[in-house]
């Protein structure tokens, strides 16, 4: 798997999005993921050769 930190929770929203959009498929919507950390917030989509692939923003301020 290959993860992406964003800056901001939206950066998540709209790469998640775009995946979707051009023959990804979802691991996981995005959302807070508390149980990695109070701030995680990720998504997870496989790309359209299968590869999985997160964005992640962690600050509290994302």
């Known amino acids: 798997m290959v993860a992406f930190l964003a800056e901001s929770r939206t950066t998540v ?3 998640f999005n775009i995946a979707l959009a051009n023959g990804g498929t ?5 959302g807070l993921r508390p149980e990695y950390h109070e701030n ?3 998504a997870y989509f496989r790309d359209p050769d299968g590869n ?5 923003c962690h600050s509290a301020q994302c």
């Open 52 to 56: 999985k692939l997160c964005v992640a």
């Open 26 to 30: 979802s691991e996981g919507p995005p």
């Open 13 to 15: 929203d709209q790469a």
């Open 40 to 42: 995680y917030y990720g």
